[in-house]
């Protein structure tokens, strides 16, 4: 008697360890499917830019309707070149950004054409605004490190 619980006992041990892991499963709720990795973005906010850049233009400068609807073609066109540029692998980075400036110069006067002269007026001070910033970022911002 002895001897058979000696080897019952492994075998309903073994028996065990994958029933209490069926039941342990049951027990947890079934987690969904490891989500797919997020698209990956050339660069936050490029994937919306029009609809920013719109939206920003029509609240600052306070645009028509009319003006809204004329506005949206430029700025559609001039983002499809930008992308392009962007994705042609052939240009150096200087190559692309010196072709960026200039779809992006060709544009400034089809988009000031549109605006009342107190909307250029604002739009000129928002461009003012914009370099302050950059050249601000430029600066140390503090004392330089003293020397040993």
Known sequence: MKNSLKLLLPVLALALVPAASLLRAEDTPASPAAPAAPAKREHP??????????????????????QKA????????????????????????????????????????????LLTPEQQKQLDEMKDQRR?????????????PAQP
């Open 45 to 66: 906010g490029r994937g919306d830019r029009l609809h920013h850049r719109m939206k920003m233009l029509s609240e600052r400068l306070k645009l028509t309707d009319d």
């Open 70 to 113: 004329k506005l949206a073609p430029i700025l559609q066109s001039e983002g499809d070149q930008l992308k392009a540029i962007r994705d042609d692998a052939s240009l150096t980075r200087e190559q692309k950004r010196d072709k960026a400036r200039a779809v992006q110069q060709a544009s400034k006067p089809q988009i000031r054409a």
């Open 132 to 144: 302050e910033r950059r050249e601000d970022g430029d600066k140390p911002a503090g004392p330089p």
